[in-house]
């Protein structure tokens, strides 16, 4: 996959006709739960760091193997945008869950960030739509009606919230700065640079702040937790990350984002078949109502 021009107005949609944003929200979706089968066997620092080191271990050979070309004055404008999509994203989440935020009330925050993109949006040079204003409306209040019952304060401190809320505004000004400085490269080679920079900023941090040693004594090596590290190597870091880069090289960033808004639906359904978590007709309605709000976004009235 080499560097491409920019498509023709009428081909950046067609991405949203493809396959690409099913698989795309299927992959992100199995996030929380990769969450919750890892993090009671690793602290969530280390196990980030893992799984950097793992999507390098597999990445770096390929790259080099199949001489993918460089991306020449853009390599600083990507690993600045890894920094933001991966690291400062997945430090927040994994350490609010860690600290005992629940899984839906941090899919509720995460999730405003199509609203937030949105606002943001005329920074790039973007322009939101009345019709796309009112599927972000949609889509959130759909989000809300989906994680409600699974919503729980009792023990909830500040610190997990904000460490939300730094996960939202992280990957919602990586996104757009990636969309505005760097929307097209090689997607092997920017995501080796991405997640080398993110590699050597949560190293320190897992070292300072989890007492990480070179034998990686805090981690339990049972199945399930190196089951959940392929899977967040392979399924999250490598496929989910791919597609995500080429929804955004083809499509305005308000309509990428927006598709966060089916990501709490649909782990609620893989929680439910899994683990047996309650989805009831409220759940239900709320992923009708985020759907729709996606459409919305995503298509162009007639």
């Known amino acids: 996959m080499s560097d491409t021009s920019i498509a ?8 949203f006709l493809s396959p690409l944003p099913l698989f795309f929200v299927l992959l992100w979706s199995s996030g929380f739960i990769v969450a919750k089968f890892g993090l009671p066997y690793a602290p969530p620092l280390t196990f980030l760091l893992l799984r950097f080191l793992g999507v390098l271990m597999f990445l770096v050979p390929a790259v080099l193997l199949l001489k993918a070309p460089w991306p020449r004055g853009k390599v600083g404008h990507i690993a600045v945008a890894g920094l933001l999509v991966q690291a400062g994203y997945l430090i927040g989440v994994w350490c609010a869950i860690k600290q005992g935020m629940p899984a839906g009330l941090s899919a509720l925050i995460v999730g405003m960030q199509p609203i937030l993109t949105a606002f943001a949006a ?128 083809r499509n305005d960033a308000t309509q990428v984002t927006s598709l966060m808004y089916l990501t709490p639906p649909t782990t609620a359904i893989m929680a439910w078949l899994m683990f047996g978590e309650a989805f009831n007709a409220l759940g239900m309605a709320g992923m009708v109502l985020a759907v729709t709000g996606v459409i919305f976004v995503v298509t162009k009235p007639k």
Do not use: M, N
Not at 8 to 13: I, N, S
């Open 8 to 15: 023709a107005p009428a081909a950046r949609h067609a991405s």
């Open 122 to 249: 005329p920074l790039i040079g973007e322009k939101v739509r009345p019709r796309q204003w009112l599927g972000l409306l949609f889509g959130i209040a759909g989000v809300g009606l989906v994680v409600a019952a699974k919503i729980k304060l009792v023990g909830l401190s500040l610190d997990a919230i904000l460490l939300c809320v730094l996960a939202l505004i992280s990957i919602t000004a990586g996104t757009l700065y990636q969309k505005h400085y760097c929307p097209q490269f090689d997607l092997r080679v920017g995501t080796v640079i991405q997640f080398s920079s993110s590699a050597v900023l949560v190293l320190p941090l897992a070292i300072i702040f989890e007492g990480l040693g070179p034998d990686f004594a805090a981690v339990h090596w049972e199945p399930r937790f190196i089951g959940a590290l392929l899977w967040s190597v392979l399924g999250l870091s490598i496929g989910a990350i791919f597609l995500l880069f080429a929804l955004i090289r």
